[in-house]
């Protein structure tokens, strides 16, 4: 067995999350307000805001085109890794090449060529997004699977995806920070177009800053049983798929997904449209989600231990529930605007400790028992297919999102934004029905019969 992950790389390795999480918050938040913006925005509209079909708007095919593939490359890039003989080891490598394009990208995805409606800055954005997500595949599909390599027994695994649950929350509320500084940039005479520009360059060199510390801090020979594979990427991702308890599990993740990427889009529109406050506030938000989050952090680390992490996600996924409905009557009730958001908050924000450190350790205990039963490791697929799950998802999220913010043909339609909340309930309700399915002793089990 390779050495065991000291603390201090366990912390290296968990500082890239913050910083993939910093530029994927970045686009996750801000892409569809910036490309469908409000009328008090300030934020001229930069690709046509016209719906076909009823349904089928401008925004929401580019987003759901750089979803899919975005998709489609996860086991493509989980197979090149899973296969890769470099010298400094199959994921590193990957990490490496994709830290400053992935950087890069996240900004010329909000900068547009020619200044106001143009079909010109839809093509510049489908073709800078897809970029974008390619080189937000290569390295993240890769970082993933050294969670299972890096940590060597499932209580190793837990620690490592605890920790890296708190930096991909640091990222996040660091990304939701963005609104006060484009607002400082615009009280020094900036228009609001390159004020949030400006805020974005800023944000990326930080986040490329994170991405780079594992890259180099990190000995992947040193610390993980990286034998390359041979079986190619079909055969893979069929054996992938073969595993019972991995599919139930992803097809949970995927609504819950499709739910979840609802909510978060839409919650500036909440902030901003449903309870007429500021769009500060989502900073203010983030952050206490955060912290709401950290707080539960320890306490779901020593429960999953004792109760399984089956139960716990079945409460969060009830909790989601609760906060989905409740998020559909936002300025409706008989209380100030802002305790309406606190509440909000308080009830998901532990929920979100739950989905922010189990899924991960659920999927590194079904590939580490897998490569038990098969005799063959292929980490790289399991993390790169639940990506790919995950991330048709959001897709369909995307799809769903901007056509019920559209209704109106502004971002402005009270009752697409309300209705966003409807959906995510149903499909976390989709969502806790798969995970009832899936059968966490047997799994649990055939680890423990290996130790």
């Known amino acids: 067995m390779k ?34 913006p409000t009328e008090k925005s300030g934020i001229m509209v930069a690709i046509p805001q016209i719906a076909l079909f009823g349904f089928l708007t401008i925004i929401g095919m580019i987003t759901m085109l750089g979803r899919f593939f975005d998709a489609v490359t996860d086991p493509w890039i989980a197979t090149l890794s899973d296969r ?94 963005a609104p006060i500084l484009w607002n400082a940039f615009v009280d ?19 986040g490329l800053i994170f991405l780079l510390i594992p890259v180099f801090a990190i000995d992947e020979k040193r610390y993980c049983e990286s034998i390359p594979s041979d079986i190619k990427m079909i055969e893979s991702i ?55 989050s950290f707080i539960f952090y320890a306490p779901v680390n020593v429960l999953a231990k004792k109760f399984g992490k089956k139960k716990l996600l079945i409460i969060a996924f009830l909790m989601f ?3 989905f409905i409740y998020s559909i009557f936002l300025g409706k009730l008989p209380f100030s605007p802002t305790l309406q958001a606190y509440i909000l908050v308080i009830i998901a924000s532990i929920p979100m400790a739950i989905f922010g450190i189990l899924p991960n350790v659920v999927i590194a205990d079904i590939a580490e028992y897998d490569g038990i039963m098969t005799g063959t490791r292929r980490e790289g697929m399991f993390f790169g297919t639940r990506t790919f799950v995950s991330k048709i998802g959001q897709m369909i999220s995307m799809l769903i999102l901007s056509a019920l913010l559209l209704l109106r043909q502004n971002g402005s339609n009270e009752m697409g934004i309300r209705l966003t909340a409807v959906f ?28």
């Open 3 to 36: 050495e065991k992950l000291p603390f201090s790389k366990q912390i290296a390795y968990a500082l890239g999350q913050l910083g993939w999480s910093l530029l994927s918050g970045i686009i996750g938040t801000y892409l569809i307000f910036y490309y469908i």
């Open 84 to 177: 890769c003989r470099s010298k400094n080891g199959r994921r590193i490598t990957y990490m490496r090449r994709a830290a400053v394009p992935f950087a890069v990208l996240t900004v010329l995805v909000f900068w547009n060529p020619i200044n106001g409606e143009s079909v010109l800055n839809a093509i510049f954005l489908t073709v800078s997004l897809l970029l974008f997500y390619l080189f937000f595949t290569m390295y993240v599909t890769p970082y993933m699977a050294l969670l299972s390599e890096l940590g060597h027994t499932p209580q190793e695994r837990l620690n490592l995806s605890t920790y890296i649950s708190v930096t991909w929350f640091i990222g996040f509320a660091l990304a939701s920070q």
């Open 188 to 206: 020094m005479g900036m228009d609001k177009q390159n004020a949030v520009r400006l805020a974005f360059v800023v944000f990326a060199a930080i």
């Open 238 to 292: 069929k054996a992938t798929f073969r595993n019972r308890e991995f599919t139930i599990f992803a097809m949970s993740d995927l609504v819950y997904w499709v739910a979840i990427t609802v909510f978060q889009n839409a919650l500036l529109y909440y902030i901003t449209v449903l309870l007429d406050r500021p769009e500060e506030m989502l900073g203010i938000l983030f952050i206490l989600l955060g912290v709401g």
């Open 321 to 323: 529930i609760a906060a």
């Open 424 to 451: 995510a309930a149903v499909f976390c309700v989709i969502g806790l029905i798969f995970l009832l399915m899936y059968n966490e002793d047997k799994v649990l089990k055939g680890l423990a019969d290996q130790r």
